[in-house]
């Protein structure tokens, strides 16, 4: 056992301080806790500092005392991590309130000596590259003027009065013609329509009215005759309608200027 201690004195002061114990805080450790502590603590001192941090990080993870937060930044510190390094002081310090005045100096040292290995480690800025210099400008000769052509004498515009057209003869009758056909055809339909509606207002009376009363048959029949008179005269009104725009369509043919009548026989008789 004597042995084993000296052993572990002589790497301690080979690498350095031995790591802080639990039960060095008055902290009561459980029989595991203190074997994983005794773990930890030969593998640092034998300069496993890997296999030290990992069973620091369970210890801590398991008991969440921030002695082993100490000792984890140690473990960074000797595998030059900086960057963990320094987290694992800043959390030490920020969490165990009762440090004295040369531990606080002492972490704070560590963390000093961090920052400048970390600074240290950075990769050197690239180097700036000089701008290539600028080509030279490339003269182009100006252009030689083109020759002066005195412009050709231009004509003066011939005024050309155009064609003056006349509108289609008749359009106007002719117009007045398909208007009456359609409206001769309107009051034809209408008077249908309304023929249509009297007799079957009749029908309906002789179904329902007639059988009852006298009047209700009168009535209706006079109802028949005003509707079939009002029916006559809208047919007879169309039927004129219709023959005078037909008469207008037919007697009054659109032609243009020059095709009247008398152009048609004049060409008949050409073709003869």
Not at 156 to 169: I, K, M, Y
Not at 225 to 234: N, P, V, W, Y
């Amino acid at each position: 056992m004597v042995r084993r201690l000296a052993v572990i004195v002589f790497l301690a002061c080979a690498a350095g301080a031995l790591p802080a114990q639990a039960q060095e805080r008055g902290t009561v450790l459980t029989p595991k806790q203190r074997e994983r502590e005794r773990k930890a603590m030969s593998a640092y001192a034998a300069t496993r500092y890997q296999e030290a941090l990992d069973l620091y990080a369970d210890l801590y993870a398991d008991f969440h005392d921030p002695l082993y937060l100490r000792n984890i930044g140690r473990c960074h510190q000797k595998l030059r991590h900086p960057d963990e390094a320094i987290a694992s002081f800043e959390e030490y310090l920020s969490k165990y309130k009762r440090l004295s005045a040369a531990e606080i100096d002492e972490v704070q040292g560590w963390i000093a000596e961090m920052k400048e290995l970390r600074k240290a480690m950075a990769p050197p800025p690239p180097p700036v590259a000089e701008p290539a210099p600028a080509p030279a400008p490339v003269v182009t000769p100006a252009p030689a003027p083109p020759p002066v052509v005195a412009p050709a004498p231009v004509a003066p515009p011939v005024l050309v009065q155009p064609a003056r057209e006349e509108p289609p003869r008749n359009i106007g009758v002719r117009r007045a013609g398909i208007g009456l056909l359609i409206a001769g055809a309107a009051l034809a339909v209408a008077g249908g329509v309304l023929e249509a509606a009297a007799w079957s207002k009749f029908r309906s009376a002789d179904n329902g009215a007639c059988r009852n009363t006298v009047q209700g048959c009168d009535k209706a029949a006079d109802i028949v005759d005003q509707r079939a008179l009002i029916s006559k005269i809208f047919f007879a009104t169309g039927a004129a309608a219709g023959l005078t725009g037909g008469a207008l369509i037919l007697f009054f043919p659109v032609t243009e200027p020059g095709r009247g009548v008398a152009g048609l026989g004049a060409r008949a008789a050409l073709a003869f």
